[in-house]
């Protein structure tokens, strides 16, 4: 029993050296790639096996139970990414003549959780969904996998209903992803604001970068909205499969396309921090950034920006309602010199898409 013991225990010391590597990774993002991608997205995990082996080698030996405990204790120091305990919002003193501005961002998905636009309890989801935006009441939406069609004047003609509900301004990707009908899918912007000028770049399909200069009140704020590279999982069907055969076949094909999401993502980022670094403006980065906050790319912009949600969320604030659920890939980022944060929120009782909106509230400084 005592060499089981010690063998054991050597493990479990392995177990502690990888986790403070981990550690060293989130804090430190020193580099990128998919091999550090899937060392970070497994901080959860490694922290919830310290949590069970707290009491477990508390019952074996109980000096060797403060192991355990110094690396959950060592954890809470990222606590801040995964939970915030923010209970209401701070009053927060606007500059003389400063407007207060509101900024979502919302995966639509296409207006279709479930796909098939022309049976009618789907366009009545979709007129749902279209009501909900404009009742948000934002001043500035960013929607990745925005879909319009010129060619339906109903439900998915979404540009002239926008504009029409006090959304006048917009900017689209230039480069349009083009189908048979004259229509345009992709990320879009959407302001109540006057869009003094436009930037962007389209990584691949609909992944890209939309940069608006917005002109609120007497100022000007830079807004960046970004769709990071997609990996498109299915872990439905992996979570569906009841053979073995099924399993690894499921597996291999979700672990190739993390793997090509964790390296692309990270030479988008590249992309991302020079166009942060030139903005002239007050800057609020957002979007659907396919990322964890223990990621390259999140942990990269957390060294230049405030996080909304960590400032001013409540909750997990997860952002995703698909398997597996408790994650938070959307995010707000923003130049805390320059603007401050009134209020963030997380809708995440919003059924339309499958992922949930979020909003942060902002004055210029």
Not at 26 to 48: C, E, N, R, T
Not at 183 to 196: C, D, H
Request: a positive charge.
């Amino acid at each position: 029993m005592k060499g089981l013991t010690r063998i054991l225990w050597l493990l479990y010391q392995c177990f502690a050296c990888y986790t403070l590597l981990i550690y060293t990774l989130i804090l430190l993002v020193p580099f990128g790639g998919w091999l550090a991608g899937f060392m970070m997205m497994s901080f959860p995990i490694v922290v919830f096996i310290h949590l069970v082996s707290v009491p477990v080698w508390f019952v074996v030996e109980r000096k060797k139970a403060i192991l355990p405990l110094i690396m959950v204790g060592a954890a809470c120091f990222f606590l801040p990414r995964t939970y915030a305990f923010n209970s209401t919002a701070e009053n927060v003193t606007a500059a003389e003549g400063a407007k207060e501005f509101s900024v979502m961002n919302y995966n639509v998905h296409v207006f279709q959780r479930n796909s098939g636009a022309w049976k009618s309890e789907v366009k009545r989801e979709i007129r749902k969904m279209k009501s909900w935006i404009i009742d948000s009441q934002a001043d500035v939406i960013c929607m990745p996998e925005y879909f319009n069609d010129d060619e339906l004047k109903g439900v998915l003609d979404t540009r002239n209903y926008f504009s029409a509900n006090g959304y006048q301004y917009n900017a689209l990707h230039s480069q349009k992803k083009q189908g048979k009908r004259k229509g345009y899918w992709g990320l879009a912007v959407f302001s109540k604001y006057p869009i003094v000028a436009v930037r962007d770049t389209v990584f691949e399909e609909q992944n890209g970068m939309i940069q608006t200069d917005i002109k609120v009140g007497e100022d000007t704020v830079r807004v960046l909205a970004l769709h990071l590279y997609s990996m498109t999982l299915q872990l439905g069907a992996l979570v569906a499969q009841k053979e073995m055969d099924g399993i690894k076949r499921e597996g291999r094909i979700t672990f190739g396309k993390m793997k090509n999401g964790f390296t692309r993502r990270a030479a988008e980022y590249e992309i991302v921090q020079s166009w942060v670094d030139q903005s002239p403006y007050p800057l609020i980065v957002c979007g659907d950034f396919n990322e964890v906050p223990y990621g390259y790319v999140y942990g990269k912009l957390r060294k230049h920006l405030r996080n909304s949600f960590e400032e001013k969320g409540r909750g997990f604030g997860f952002t995703y309602n698909q398997i597996p659920y408790f994650i938070r890939i959307d995010h707000q980022f923003y130049d805390d010199s320059r603007l401050s944060l009134h209020a963030f929120r997380t809708f995440s009782k919003v059924p339309y898409s499958d992922h949930n909106p979020i909003m942060g509230t902002y004055t210029v400084k």
